[in-house]
């Protein structure tokens, strides 16, 4: 199965600020088949990114995804104050589908 | 709008069973594969279950296979997850989710139910 490698574990920053999150596959994900989504405490997930790069439904435009083969990158253009979160990344283009670790985004 | 609305969640001992729910409304359950994502205390998300649209296709994780079986009711709207033979291991928030739209098997997930939390413990 393919693993997902998620840096940093946890990333300060500031609102206003840019994050750039970073997701690692242990081997190329056909398709940029790569997804990420947001979760706030006792909330479930929420989908912000699919096929690498595009947006879901409703998500803001700060929030842009790139990448392929094996490394993708979640980038927050500026930080808002209901962004600070964990960020998980998870392939769907093998089986079977495989979630990161998670990187949490913490205000400083 | 989209809704899913998971139950059936509670403290069993190890080796008991347990059925969860999950209850869906604001689309055509019918026409989407459904799967269950489950999340330990503290830790990331780890897929479980997935069943097609008219469960022709179900998959399992490798972790509750032979354990676990996912089932649905489309004309009650509902997706099931029988669980037995039930471990520590298996303590976690349940999530119900949804496959968008014309993906049968592996893909993201667009809709997510708040879970249902599962705890095994004597």
């Known amino acids: 199965e393919i693993v997902l490698t998620q840096s940093p574990g946890t990333l300060s920053l500031s609102p206003g600020e840019r994050a750039t999150l970073s997701c690692r596959a242990s081997?190329?994900?056909?398709?940029?088949?790569l997804a990420w989504y947001q979760q706030k405490p006792g909330q479930a997930p929420r989908l912000l990114i699919y096929?690498?790069?595009s947006r879901a439904t409703g998500i803001p435009d700060r929030f842009s995804g790139s990448g392929s083969g094996t490394d993708f990158t979640l980038t927050i253009s500026r930080l808002e104050p209901e962004d600070f979160a964990v960020y998980y990344c998870?392939?769907?283009?093998?089986?079977?589908?495989?979630f990161g670790q998670g990187t949490r985004l913490e205000n400083k | 709008e989209v809704q899913l609305v998971e139950s059936g969640g509670g403290l069993v001992k190890p080796g008991g069973s347990l059925r969860l729910s999950c209850a869906a409304s604001?689309?055509?359950?019918?026409?989407?594969?459904m799967n269950w994502v489950r999340q330990a205390p503290g830790r990331g998300l780890e897929w479980v279950s997935s069943?097609?649209?008219?469960?022709?296709?179900?998959y399992d994780s490798d972790s509750v296979k032979g354990r676990f079986t996912i089932s649905r009711d489309n004309a009650k709207n509902s997706l099931y997850l029988q669980m037995n033979s039930l471990r520590a291991e298996d303590t976690a928030v349940y999530y119900c989710?949804?496959?968008?739209?014309?993906?049968?098997?592996?893909?993201?997930?667009?809709?997510w139910g708040q879970g249902t939390l599962v705890t095994v413990s004597s």
């Open positions: 989710a949804r496959n968008p739209p014309g993906w049968v098997y592996a893909a993201y997930l667009d809709y």
């Open positions: 604001g689309f055509t359950f019918s026409s989407y594969t």
């Open positions: 069943i097609s649209s008219s469960s022709s296709y179900i």
């Open positions: 081997q190329s994900v056909s398709s940029s088949y």
């Open positions: 096929g690498a790069s």
């Open positions: 998870q392939q769907y283009g093998s089986s079977p589908r495989t």
